[in-house]
């Protein structure tokens, strides 16, 4: 069983800059694939970024292209999330996800049905 601690949520202006950290129980097989996904009202949830811990490859939802990076650091068990150049329309929940074959074929890790492992996701409010 892993679990996933997120941190770094808040109230933010738009064009403004934020870091979310997503710390786990344990790094190993099962956090091969891990990433973030993000939920807003009304909508369906979607994959933002996602980054496969043994190797690196990432990969980005096209909302985010180019200003959301994803990065990870293995000797402290955490992937991170840098938002920056926020826009109104990034207003969700940021929840950390994690599996351990997602990353295996591209059209499985944008979706969250391959993610067995979830954190409980803190609201990132962005005002305009």
């Known amino acids: 069983q892993v679990q996933l601690v997120e941190s770094g949520g808040g109230s933010m202006q738009a064009g403004g800059s934020l870091r979310l950290a997503c710390v786990a129980s344990?790094?190993?097989?099962?956090?091969?694939?891990m990433g973030w996904f993000r939920h807003a009202p009304g909508k369906e949830r979607e994959a933002v970024a996602i980054i496969r811990t043994r190797g690196g490859e990432t990969f980005y939802a096209d909302s985010v292209q180019g200003r959301f990076t994803i990065s990870h650091d293995n000797a402290k068990n955490t992937v991170y999330l840098q938002l920056t150049t926020l826009h109104p329309a990034d207003t969700a929940m940021y929840s950390c996800?994690?599996?351990?074959?997602?990353?295996?074929?591209?059209?499985?890790?944008?979706?969250?049905?391959?993610?067995?492992?979830w954190g409980q996701g803190p609201q990132v409010p962005v005002a305009s």
């Open positions: 344990t790094f190993g097989y099962s956090t091969t694939c």
């Open positions: 996800a994690a599996a351990e074959s997602a990353c295996a074929y591209r059209p499985w890790r944008s979706s969250a049905a391959r993610y067995r492992y």
